[in-house]
Every structure is written in structure tokens, then in C-alpha cells.
């Protein structure tokens, strides 16, 4: 296998994914971390671009909790290896969600050889499934030349939906991920996540000119939580939201 | 539901009570027992009264019949000394041509001579056998004399044998002209030596003899008729009264109203002659059985007595008794302390019910506290498991071990960062202290943000403002603490936009006040209404963000035992500040 699996770590302290990324040897594992998010809200509009294998995802984060984002990812990424992380003192909470078919449940602080352990395990089942991301399918799908406009106009009409990103509308429209990626960048010339940010950061200028405050404007705009939507604004407009 | 249970109480003399429903069983049984009083005492003496009039009556009549009779056999004897009188005996032994009106004469002059002595007898007239006659006061009567030659008014006469036979009216063949009523007595006449019948004696008597009578008597009720319903003497209203049924019976009674008053209506027969006595009584108040009458008042008084008795016996015994002991069980109740209670009873029964319910109180209260024995030990237990978890000690020496480590390889922010945690924890657990100066729950925040800084990055600034001379004031301690951990995961964080936090204490009025803001999101007016008025028992219902600032108010509550010790101010989008006033 040439080919890293692909891993990504979503937790709301910095120092969290910091230490995840430096206290595990990934290379021995075969396993690279090739993406981070601070927020369920920043891995909705990011795994799309991430494409991980494996994800670990902290139970108690602002915005969008653990729980409510791995409902989601099992829907939308059946094939993706969910581990949970939680504190001793939010057991409770995450037997909330026992009934989602997760992968693993690990207690914080995390301990290196039981990670380790865990990832192992994971690897074993990875070589039997195929990747969520294959490049393969969407061929057999007859071309529709309008099909682009219509999603185009779809995201227009819901991009105030937070939980809206490339995979949930390649399932509405019946296409896969990658073949609507494929697609969308051939008749746009963009990037779908690029496109979805775009309208959302236009409405979000001029909700900034009305004298919206930052944390209003994001949830109108579909990104609810502030930080990342603040990183998403000064990447697009070159400012910070509050130099509006 | 207090209120309802006071209401109830208040209410419990409800008509379903035992004495109320006494009450009216015995006021219904001695109404009922005073009606058939009332109505059997008026049958009976009504009947008595009744039975009373009509022996009277029965006994006036019978006196009174006797005296007519009496008088009346003295005009039948007179009768028969008239007809043994010589010259009477010439006039009708003589033959018919002998027959002169001297002969007449003589006979009458003779028999006015016998009638001298006699008051009441109007007039005496003979018939011989060929209807000869002789009268005296012939000329006040009309004379009948076609009836007079028959034999039809004789029958009764003769039938008599030489009897009197009284009757009316000289059997019709004479009237007085004045239409006057008399009395009749008639005869045969047989020869004393031939045996042979000679004539008839009639004998007119006037009913004035029965005036006499009557006044003698003094009997003004009474009226005196003919068997044939002519008056005779007497009181003549009761005239009227008269029926022919009357003379066929011996004695009758009735009931009759005169001028709205009922009046008893006695009649009698005399027996053997033509005439019936009326007497129209009232009833008499000699009749009422006032012996009876007085027995039964004096039962109906005993009856009465003792219903009342019965009563009150009833209410003393068992329904006050048993209203004081549910009072004194209520005010148990409404203490919340479980007293014995100690009602005096006057009776076994209420007293089992007593002693059943204070033994009931013995064994609950056994019971309570046996639970709180339970409660405290558990307690104990559970602190000492708490205690041994902490471990303070160790948990200070590692820190130390890792600062010292961390400062020899060079690290110092990591031998920072470990002191401050240090620090911390020595602060928070305060050797297990419940309340602490406030500059010591200041420190414990300070040392608090600092960590999070690190966890989060340059999110927030601290500002801190404390009066110096509140600073040894005690408090309860991590009342502040949460408040912050409050301002940084619902007020700043959220927002997305770096925050300041300002916690600020005075002394004002005596109060000590102490302030938390945060220049985060803000909170709404529902949300501040529901944590402040939220009870125990609502707090369930509140978001996670509330229910930690619910806890620390209420924990500041308790302390204080006040419930007014917080204000909360918020603008949406601009600040939250929470004010305690201790």
C-alpha cells in the first residue's frame, strides 16, 4: 500500500490537535494527518476538500457538538472510521450517542499505546472497505447539461443551511462526491466549496455593512461559528471582519 | 395546596357530620313524636268529649221522660175518678129518651168540680155509646162530626180495653180553635156492674203542664214535640230539627252546626206515649280526660328530655372529641413535626384511636431518623471517598516534579504554566474550606483564566477591580469561578471576537457587592427571568448555561438567606453582568 491513509482531527483546543498530531507516530502506522478542525462547522465545509479515512472528533465543542457532527458524517460518509474523544466528566453526554456506529470511544487525556492500538485496529478494517473518496463511480451517470445550474441555484437558495457542504448535495441531486466535484469544477471553473464560501461571504459584506455584529452575521450566513467564519472572511476579503 | 387543606379543614362541619345528622334525626323524631301527641290527644278527647254530651243528654231525656210520665199517669188517674163520678155514671147509664140537658149539665158541673183541683187539663169530654156527649169548655173547640160518627178514631181506644191511650189533638174530632196542640188521654168506659161499655172519656191536658215541668227542671235546651212534629213545649228553635225518624227509635245522637258550633242533637221517644223530647247540647270541656292528657305531656316531656340528652351526650362523647384530635393531628400536620398528641378523650374507644395514632407518630419518626442517621453516614462516606481521590499532596509534589523538569530542559512557560495550575488547585481545594476570603476566590479566578488562556489562546483580557477594604471579606467560595467559566463558554466564545472580563467588588449599605461582566453575547430578558425565578424542581428545565449560573445563585441564596442577592443587567450582542449583593 503506497498510499498514507488519511487522518483528521477535530477538537476545539489548539494544543489538543497539536499534541495528537506530534505524540503519535504516524509514519510507522502508515497514517498522516492531513487536515484539523476547531469546530463542527469548520470539518462540515472542510472534509469535503480533506477527504480523511479516519476521523477523531472531540464530544464537546461550540457550535457543533461532536455528537450532532458524527450524525451527520455517518450519513454522508458511511465508509469514514469515526473515533470519539471525551473527558471523563462528559461520559454521560456521550452515551447519547452509543447508537451511532462509531468506531471507537476514547477517554481524555488521551495515552499514546491505546491510540496506537485503536489506529491499528482501524487500518485492519480500512483494507477491507473501499475508500469513501473513490475516483471510480458518477461515470455511468448520464450527463445532464442543466444539472450544474440547478445546483448552483440549490446552494444559492440554502447556503444559510450550516450543515449544506458538497457531499449532502451530490446525495440530493444522486451523483457522488467526487464525480459532482469533477463536474462542477469543469462547468464553473470553481471549486464547489469555493463557490459555496463565495455566496455566503458576499451576503456576510453586506450584513457587515448593516453593522451586523460578527457572531450575528455568521449564523446568517450558514457558518455558526464565528472563529471560523472569521478566518473565511479574512481569506476572502484580505480584512478582518471588525476593520469592516 | 396549603390553601385547599385549610379550607377543608374549616369546612369540616359539613352536613354530612356526625352531629348535624343527630341533630337532625332528633329534632325530626320529636317533631313526629309531638304531632301524633297533638293529633291522638284531640281524637281522644273529641270521643270524649262526645260520650260525655251524650250521657248527659241520654240521662236528661230519661229524667225528663220519667216526670212527663209521672205527670201523665196522674191525669189517667184523674181520669178514672171521673168516670166513677155518680153523676157521670147517671148520664151515661141513663136511656136514651131519659136524656135532658139538666142531665148534661149535672155530669159537667160535676166533673169541673173534680177538675178544680187539678191544674192543666183543658178540657174533658164523654161520649156514650150513641154518641151522646158531654164537654166541658166545649166552645173553645171546633168539632169534627163527620170523623165523629165513625169508628176510625175509636180503634186505638178500644183496642185499650179500658186503658188510657194517649194521643193527640182529641183524635182529630176536635180542634181548639186557636189551633193549640193538647195532649190526649182517651178511655173506654165499661159499667162496673154489667161489664158492659158505656162510652169513651177523652182528656185534652195542655202542653202548658210541660212548661211548668221544664222550668221546674231548668231545662232551656230542651223542646218537647208531638210524634206527629207538632211543637209542644219547650225551647221551639229546636223545632226545626225535628225529623219523623225521631219517634219510630228510643234514643238518637248527632252532630249538628249552629251558628258555626257543632252541637250535639239528642232525641228520645217517651215511651208509651205520643211524644218526643229534643235536646240540643254543646260540647262540654267537663268532658276532656284531663288526667290523660296530662300523662301523655308529661311522657312527651320525658321523650324531649331525653332526645336532648342523647344529643349532647353524643356530641360531648364522640364528635368534639373526635374534631380535637383531628385539629390537634392537623397542626402536627401543618408544623411539619411529628408530635404525639394528647387530646383528653372520654371514652376507651377514642382513646385506642389515640394511642394508635400516637404509636403510628413513635414509629415514624423512628423512621425518620433512621433515614437521617443513614443520610449523615453516607455522607461521611462519600466525603472521605472524595478526599481520598484528591490527594492533594501528590497532586501539588507531581506539579512540582514537572516544573522542576520542565525549567531544566530549558522550558520556562511550561514551569509557568505548571505553577499557575498549581496554584489553582491549592486555592480551589482550600483544605477543604466551605468559605474563604474574597481576595483568595479572586486569586482562584485569576489563576483560572490564565489556564484557559492557554487552552484557548489570546481569546480574553482580565480586569480586575477590588475595594481594598472588601478584599478579607469571606465568602462562599468558587461563587466567582463559575460565574467566569459562564463568561467564557456562553458569553465570549460564542461570539467569536476577543473579550474582556471585569470582576469588581465594593462595599455599599453595608453590602458587599460583588460584579462579573463579560463583554460577550449577551443574555435575553426570558433567560434572565427563568434563572431567577426558577424553583428547585424547574430547574431541570433550564439550558446547561443557565443551570450552572441557577446553582451558583442558589448556593448564594442559601448562604446568605436572602432571596434577593442578584441583579443581572444584559444588552443582546454587547454585555452581561451579574451583580451580587451579599
Redo the contacts between chains.
Sequence with gaps: MDEKYRVMVIDD???ARKLMKAAIDWDSLGMEVVGEAASGIEAINTIDDIKPDIAFVDISM??MDGIEFTKLATERYPNLIIIIMTAIDQFEYARKCVSLPVFEYMLKPLVRSEVTDVLIKAKEKLADIKSSWGDDDGKSIPEESNSTEMIKKYVRDNFSDSKLNLAFVAQQFGFSSSYLSRKFKADTGKNFVEYLTEIRMKKAVKYAEKGY????T?AEVGIP???Y??RCFKKYTGKNY?DM | MFFSKHGFIFNRKSKDSLSSGLKRVILGMILVVIVSFIISTYVVTETERRDFSVRESESVIKTLSNNIISDIDKYKSLSRLIMTDDKTLIFLRSDVHDIDIGMVNDARYSIMEILNVTEGVDSVIIFREDMKMVATNRFSYNYDYDLMNTDTWKTDIYTGLGKAVVSLNSNKIATKQDGSPVVTIGRAIFDIDSQERTGILLMNISPKIFNNLLLELRYDDICIMGSDGTFLSGNEDYAKYYKKEFSEKGLTHKNIKIAGKNMLLSSGRIEGLPLVILRVSAYQTKGIPTKMVVILLFLLLIFIALAIYIAMFIRKNISEPIMEMSSSMDENRQSGELHKISVPVPNDELRILENDYNSMIDHVNELIDKLMEKEKNLQKAEMRVLQEQIKPHFLYNSIDTIGYMALDAGARDVHGALETLGSFYRNFLSKGEKEIPLSREVWIVKDYLSIQK????DILDDVYDIAEDTKDLIVPKLILQPLVENCI?HGI?????RGTIKISSRLSDGNLHIIVRDTG?GMSTDAIEKVLSAKKNEAEDLDSESFGLWGTIERVRYYSGKEDIVRIRSEI?EYTEIEFII
Design positions: 483546543e489548539e494544543s461550540p457550535f455584529k460578527m457572531y450575528q455568521a461559528d464565528p472563529n467564519f472569521g471588525s | 492557554l487552552r484557548y489562546g463558554y466564545r460564542p461570539k467569536g471576537e453575547v450582542g
